[in-house]
T-cell receptor, first 114, second 111 residues
Framework: NAGVTQTPKFQVLKTGQSMTLQCAQD?????MSWYRQDPGMGLRLIHY???????DQGEVPNGYNVSRSTTEDFPLRLLSAAPSQTSVYFC?????????????FGPGTRLTVL | SQQGEEDPQALSIQEGENATMNCSYK?????LQWYRQNSGRGLVHLIL?????REKHSGRLRVTLDTSKKSSSLLITASRAADTASYFC???????????FGAGTRLFVKA
């Protein structure tokens, strides 16, 4: 199993540009989520999904869109990038039922907005 | 912000010593987890403690939870240089879908 994969690893954008961060998991997890991590801070939840076709907002959703058309994929879209969105973005997935709620994280995407 | 707080923010110890990190949170939780993050990497799950548990052990890790004080602690015994990392507590809310992370403790273990 590849686990949770994210692309790209690094990205530089100009203010106002749009882009999509890709996330995929091969563990058949129902739950997927996106976090951002800023220097000296923990992870903050942007959006999450409990299954294909179902998404909801987290703690810091503004400026980001998500969709979940398949169990495997959960892309995060930046509609009009701003310097405040410079951060490291992590995607994670876990089972919803049973287990220990352990989230499996991808390696992250380091985004810089100029 | 709903983020939890961790104490200390940074900790430097000698190999073989114990490391204790504390976490406080604001919302009601179903369970609390601790994660580890090596520099530049994603987070790795260490241990989970449920809201009806007071203490849990896993290898060199000992976690406590006090729901009345909304606090938890992580003890790493007999630390090793390889334990150098950032450690985060994370609480899953009672709805079960949102995980709130603390700001993390950076642990440095000197060989």
């Amino acid at each position: 199993n590849a686990g949770v994969t994210q692309t790209p690893k690094f990205q530089v954008l100009k203010t106002g540009q749009s882009m999509t961060l890709q996330c995929a998991q091969d563990m058949n997890h129902e739950y997927m989520s996106w976090y951002r991590q800023d220097p000296g801070m923990g992870l903050r939840l942007i959006h999450y999904s409990v299954g294909a076709g179902i998404t909801d907002q987290g703690e810091v959703p503004n400026g980001y869109n998500v969709s979940r058309s398949t169990t495997e994929d959960f892309p995060l879209r930046l509609l009009s990038a701003a310097p405040s969105q410079t951060s490291v973005y992590f995607c994670a997935s876990r089972r919803l039922a049973g287990g220990n709620n352990e989230q499996f994280f991808g390696p992250g995407t380091r985004l810089t907005v100029l | 912000s709903q983020q939890g707080e961790e104490d200390p923010q940074a900790l430097s110890i000698q190999e073989g010593e114990n490391a204790t990190m504390n976490c406080s949170y604001k919302t009601s939780i179903n369970n609390l987890q601790w994660y580890r993050q090596n520099s530049g990497r994603g987070l790795v799950h260490l241990i989970l403690i449920r809201s009806n548990e007071r203490e849990k052990h896993s290898g060199r890790l000992r976690v406590t939870l006090d729901t009345s004080k909304k606090s938890s602690s992580l003890l790493i015994t007999a630390s090793r240089a390889a334990d150098t990392a950032s450690y985060f507590c994370a609480g899953i809310n009672t709805g079960g879908f949102k995980t709130i992370f603390g700001a993390g403790t950076r642990l440095f273990v000197k060989a």
